[in-house]
């Protein structure tokens, strides 16, 4: 993997999340008790052994640099290559920004830079924990300009809706990508991920940027579907695109299901994100708490039901928890209720106060804010 | 922030801990883990990282291997410094030979080099085997306004158990007029804590006429602190008032894990403004499962919890299977606990397996200590690891 680097862009609008996009990237949204959704691509390229890695970021990534940090969560802080974040030269409105290759030609001089020949660009949404390595060796011997991974959909949820379908003919070659289906069942989703030389990468960008185009996907590979080989490759495993706030919601809820936990938690590798100190989650005498995840540093005196509570959250005495997802250092107080919510982090719900949705469409409390 | 060269701390972590068994066999007494996440010795790294002394000596000498790994160069407790942090001073051989540290006293005197080279006006003794949390720039402080040539910290004990205690009499401004080790008929209850603050000249001559002292035994609480107080010199105790523990017994080791499961316990590990550091595991939160029945109890990341978890503390990535029950215990890293198991009062090492319908019987409630990496085959009694037994099917032996 010496001769591979990995590139993150941003392949999701962050409107399709508000508002836990608020004031963050699609990237730096907290997922899954402690995680954010970047470390799942970024720990699966080190877990591959690719340990040049950049980052490219368009909006809101304040929260996403204090994050990442010198990557050393990644073991990305490294003397030769390591972890690059790579923010626009200029800062964009949200109406200039075009496409991940715009911002690839706005940073020429990383590319030049590395040594290695074969990039894995990524989008920066994905649950997933992924071995690059077949997908790579396929790619080198099937003599393939471009690979695309692609995700069998196994059920009818909309994680891949507007990712493109994939259509291959022979040898896995790809005969056309569908952008605006969504893929059904048994059907071939791509998933943002594509293997190519990084020759091949600096030409696209050029080709492109010079006619005014930017979109990877639909300008970079669809426009050149007939001039290059473009193969697709399937991934394996619990994935899904994070690009609405009720696929943030089931997807948490699927890691109640201890197959599924040990599944993205720990194969084929380890999920890397930045550590906190804080302490084992402690547990009162008056605690009941059934089928949840919990990170460290939470407080529990009251009852938690099917959820997700990430670090440092206190659930006070009385208080009820039952199907929600608790970001960190929420509070809830005593004998609050919240049921199919999102608490974003250091949100509170006051004494008996209810905080209520549905299980089709949960409630968000916003950063900070109290009910 | 205080400077190295204003001030120096001595972290003595040689201690082999014979008391703790089998916790000791494979590891320092300051590496023992604690608190369902911690190494003993954390918290004194954290005291002085939080109390902004940040040129620290670890002296070691026991089974150093894990400690050494553990505190690598510093990172967790921020103690990787362009200037002082972290250093790791093992005992060593020069020109004219070499020893290992004979007592506390001696470790320090072997690296005094250690000390000159900062040239620090006050050094900090203490060890890395006592569960508390201490500012100890306020010491600093109060040994600055005492003008003091040494300052002992002490905490108040229970009259009844002084006589376990090494005692400090003191006058009424604070300054300490006797010191008594373990004394029968106690007159105080001030227990030194071990921590100390010397003027570093003061200790620097102190340590050379005790190590000219072929009788000496080189100990701070035995020889250096009864000699400095025969040389007249202004000896201060500094009361700290807070949770403070020696986890020098087996037994004593498990009531501080227990202190930490108290509705309301003494040493608070969610305190932001005083965290506890340590190299933390890299784990995904941890599940209970719906049949689950948690309560007073510790649960790091990383564990499976589909038993009843009462009273007691799990490390990471321990697993507990259904119907299984355990009370009063504390189950160290990695290990697996299969189903209908029945553990009280049980302290188990990392990566054990504990296999179905195991249970611990021990009629005179002593305390079970179970070495890293043993097996229990299903249904076999957990007892514990004995001095000298080899790991592995533990429960065929019979």
Known sequence: ?371 | MIRARDCVAMLLAGGEGRRLGMLTRELAKPAVPFGGKYRVIDFTLSNCTNSGILTVGVLTQYQPLILNSHIGIGIPWDLDRKDGGVTVLSPFVDQKGGEWYKGTADAIFQNLYFIERYDPRYVLVISGDHIYKMDYSRMLKYHQEKQADVTIAVIEVPWAEASRFGIMNTAQDGRIVEFEEKPEKPRNNLASMGIYIFDREILQDHLRVDQANPASSNDFGKNVIPQMLQADCRMFAYLFRGYWKDVGTLESFWEANMDLLQDQPDLDLNDRTWPIYTVNPNQPPHYIDPAARVKRSLINEGCMVFGQVEHSILFPGVQVGKGSVLRDSIIMSGTTIGTDVLLERAIIGENVIIGNGCYTSSPGKELIVVRENSIFPDNSVVESTLNGEMMGLRGEKK
């Open chain 1, 1 to 371: 993997m010496k001769d591979v680097m990995g590139v993150i862009y941003v392949n999701d609008d962050d409107e399709a999340l508000q508002p836990l996009t608020k004031d963050r990237c699609v990237a730096s949204v907290p997922f899954g008790g402690r995680y954010r959704l970047i470390d799942f691509i970024l720990s699966s390229m080190v877990n591959t052994g690719i340990f040049n890695v950049s980052v490219f970021t368009v909006r809101k990534y304040r929260s996403l640099m204090d994050h990442l940090e010198t990557g050393k969560s990644w073991d990305l802080n490294r003397k030769q290559d390591g972890l690059f974040i790579l923010p626009p030269q200029t800062h964009y409105h949200s109406s200039e920004f075009q496409g991940a290759l715009q911002s690839f030609n706005q940073h020429l001089d990383y590319f030049h830079r590395c040594r290695q020949e074969y990039v894995v660009i990524s989008g920066s949404n994905l649950v997933c924990n992924l071995d690059f390595a077949p997908a790579v060796s396929f790619h080198r011997e099937s003599d393939a300009d471009i690979t695309i991974l692609y995700k069998e959909v196994e059920h009818p949820e909309p994680d891949f809706a507007g990712c493109g379908k994939i259509i291959t003919g022979e040898g896995a070659r790809v005969q056309e990508i569908i952008t605006a289906s969504n893929p059904a069942r048994g059907e071939k989703a791509a998933l943002c991920i594509y293997i190519m030389r990084k020759a091949l990468l600096l030409d696209l960008i050029q080709q492109c940027t010079e006619a005014g185009k930017f979109h990877l996907l639909g300008d970079g590979i669809i426009g050149n579907l007939q001039n290059l080989k473009v193969c697709a490759f399937p991934a394996e495993g619990f994935l899904s695109m994070i690009h609405s706030i009720g696929l943030f919601y089931r997807r948490n809820m699927d890691l109640l299901q201890p197959s599924i936990w040990g599944e993205l938690f720990f194969q084929p590798g380890l999920i890397y994100t930045k550590v906190k100190d804080e302490p084992p989650t402690r547990y009162t005498e008056n605690a009941v708490v059934q089928n949840s995840i919990l990170a460290n540093g939470c407080i529990i005196e009251g009852r938690v039901e099917n959820s997700v509570l990430f670090r440092g959250v206190r659930v006070h005495k009385g208080a009820h928890v039952k199907d929600s997802i608790v970001l960190q250092r929420s509070v809830i107080g005593e004998n609050a209720r919240v049921e199919y919510a999102i608490l974003d982090k250091e949100a509170y719900v006051s004494a008996h106060k209810t905080f209520r949705g549905e299980e089709r469409k949960p409630v968000v409390l916003e950063k900070r804010k109290t009910v």
